[in-house]
């Protein structure tokens, strides 16, 4: 009941910057945390970073921190990831999840949006 769509990936030179965008509709008033993992070539999907209701609780894996940062405005029902800084080791397919207050875990996920950072 809950929809999300990434978009703002693409092919970016290593130290730059991109911003994602996850759109969420349907039943958006049972969201309350969000979150962007990520799923590099060969390798198994990793959390990224995730955002409260209220944006007062952020949490970013150590690779993320400090050059990362997700952002969330409740009246548009978006999220965003602004990357700077990106390394090779960024590339990856992202994508956007979304939880319920006393969710367990992400129950809706999006298609996911390709980066990929050149050296």
């Known amino acids: 009941q809950v929809q999300l769509v990434e978009s703002g990936g693409g092919l970016v030179q290593a130290g730059g910057s991109l911003r994602l965008s996850c759109a969420a509709s349907?039943?958006?008033?049972?969201?309350?945390?969000m979150g962007w993992f990520r799923r590099p070539p060969g390798k198994a999907r990793e959390f990224v970073a995730s955002?409260?209701?209220?944006?007062?609780?952020?949490y970013y894996t150590d690779p993320a921190k400090g050059r990362f940062t997700i952002s969330r405005d409740n009246d548009k029902n978006t999220m965003y990831l602004q990357m700077n800084s990106l390394k090779p080791e960024d590339t990856a397919v992202y994508y956007c999840?979304?939880?319920?207050?006393?969710?367990?875990?992400?129950?809706?996920w999006g298609q996911g949006t390709q980066v990929t950072v050149s050296s």
């Open positions: 955002i409260n209701w209220s944006s007062d609780g952020t």
């Open positions: 349907g039943r958006t008033f049972s969201i309350y945390t």
């Open positions: 999840a979304a939880a319920g207050k006393f969710a367990r875990s992400y129950d809706y």
